[in-house]
């Protein structure tokens, strides 16, 4: 029973994820999600006690993908000697398909964007999640790359922005649209591949 339990929590959480993303948070209402997972409105107080404590665990998911991101990097660039061009753009082409196409995030995201005119709120977290979290943490990894000295000196806050800008560009391009097909995440990775060479090659040190 315990089991069944967790199964329905995590359905109605997929469910109302898959509804937010098609039709933004407000369009949807707790008999929207109910009906897709198949349960009694009355059930769903069971597991959440409303539409927004659906919202909170999702949104607590997306903080454990970021820092379980973050270990798995800082466990693998610690222990590199030196960065090869193909490893810097399978890293931005990992970004893109571990964080803004992840099961989750991708949704998420979309919800995001249709509701950020209209709410504050998730016009912040919106902001949060594309932007100041990526560029934060990848202004850190430049800055400890030019320490360790793998690239030229430069502004890491610049090349941060320049970095993000070729994930995040392809991302917008390619991928957010109402169906995202195997085809257009080939796309976006295959831009990121591209221009991401011709940005390392720019920021590399010679002798």
Same mark, same amino acid.
């Given at each position: 029973?315990?089991?069944?339990?967790?199964?329905?929590?995590?359905?109605?959480?997929?469910?109302?994820?898959?509804?937010?993303?098609?039709?933004?948070?407000?369009?949807?209402?707790?008999?929207?999600?109910?009906?897709?997972?198949?349960?009694?409105?009355?059930s769903?107080? !069971?597991?959440?006690?409303?539409? *927004?404590?659906? %919202?909170?665990?999702?949104?607590?998911?997306t903080? +454990?993908? #970021? =820092?379980?991101?973050?270990?798995?990097?800082?466990?693998?660039?610690?222990?590199?000697?030196?960065?090869?061009?193909?490893?810097?753009?399978?890293?931005?082409?990992?970004?893109?398909?571990?964080?803004?196409?992840?099961?989750?995030?991708?949704?998420?995201?979309?919800?995001?964007?249709?509701?950020?005119?209209?709410?504050?709120?998730?016009?912040?977290? !919106?902001?949060?999640?594309?932007? *100041?979290?990526? %560029?934060?943490?990848?202004?850190?990894?430049?800055? +400890?790359? #030019? =320490?360790?000295?793998?690239?030229?000196?430069?502004?890491?806050?610049?090349?941060?922005?320049?970095y993000?800008?070729?994930?995040?560009?392809?991302?917008?391009?390619?991928?957010?649209?109402?169906?995202?097909?195997?085809?257009?995440?080939e796309?976006?990775?295959?831009?990121?591949?591209?221009?991401?060479?011709?940005?390392?090659?720019?920021?590399?040190?010679?002798?």
């Open positions: 029973m315990k089991e069944e339990n967790i199964n329905t929590k995590l359905k109605i959480q997929q469910e109302a994820l898959r509804l937010f993303a098609q039709r933004g948070y407000k369009a949807v209402s707790i008999r929207d999600i109910c009906k897709e997972v198949g349960i009694k409105e009355s769903i107080y !069971y597991h959440y006690k409303n539409k *927004q404590a659906i %919202l909170d665990a999702i949104l607590n998911q903080e +454990e993908l #970021m =820092d379980q991101m973050k270990t798995r990097f800082n466990q693998v660039f610690e222990k590199i000697q030196h960065v090869e061009e193909e490893a810097f753009c399978k890293v931005a082409v990992a970004f893109l398909e571990g964080y803004l196409l992840n099961e989750t995030m991708y949704p998420l995201i979309k919800m995001l964007a249709i509701e950020r005119f209209s709410d504050q709120k998730a016009a912040a977290i !919106y902001q949060k999640l594309l932007f *100041q979290v990526p %560029l934060e943490g990848q202004e850190k990894i430049f800055k +400890e790359m #030019m =320490d360790r000295q793998f690239i030229r000196e430069d502004e890491p806050s610049v090349l941060a922005y320049n993000y800008a070729i994930i995040y560009f392809a991302f917008e391009r390619n991928c957010l649209m109402t169906q995202c097909e195997a085809q257009h995440k796309q976006a990775a295959l831009e990121i591949t591209i221009n991401m060479s011709k940005f390392f090659r720019g920021i590399t040190c010679h002798d």
